[in-house]
């Protein structure tokens, strides 16, 4: 049974980096396509970014184009969110989530789901 796990995540400071990672100790996450999800406080869950089984990636979200990529390393079956320059729009709960189809900016099309990591921007 798919079991995702997100870490990394914390408090940063604007203008900072992080990275979080997205791991499966039941399955390969080369055959599903996954992406990154936010949900910020009071609001609804967002597409961000996601990567198919062939590596392809789209973004979704238009406020995290060009600071925010995801990337995959299949030996450490692992699928990364490297987030960069975050600001304090940018805090919420982060979730990976896996799909056997293909990429999607919908929380709908996803299957099974992590337990979410919080980040949070603020000096």
């Known amino acids: 049974q798919s079991q995702l796990v997100e870490s990394g995540g914390g408090l940063v400071q604007p203008g900072g980096s992080l990275r979080l990672s997205c791991t499966d100790s039941?399955?390969?996450?080369?055959?599903?396509?996954i992406g990154w999800f936010r949900q910020a406080p009071g609001k609804e869950r967002e597409g961000l970014l996601c990567?198919?089984?062939?590596?392809?990636?789209?973004t979704y979200a238009d406020s995290v184009k060009g600071r925010f990529t995801i990337s995959r390393d299949s030996a450490k079956n692992t699928v990364y969110l490297q987030m960069n320059s975050l600001k304090p729009e940018d805090t919420g709960v982060y979730y990976c989530?896996?799909?056997?189809?293909?990429?999607?900016?919908?929380?709908?099309?996803?299957?099974?789901w992590g337990q979410g990591t919080q980040v949070t921007v603020s000096s």
């Open positions: 039941g399955f390969a996450l080369d055959y599903y396509a």
């Open positions: 990567i198919n089984s062939s590596g392809g990636t789209t």
């Open positions: 989530a896996s799909t056997w189809t293909f990429c999607s900016g919908h929380r709908r099309d996803f299957g099974s």
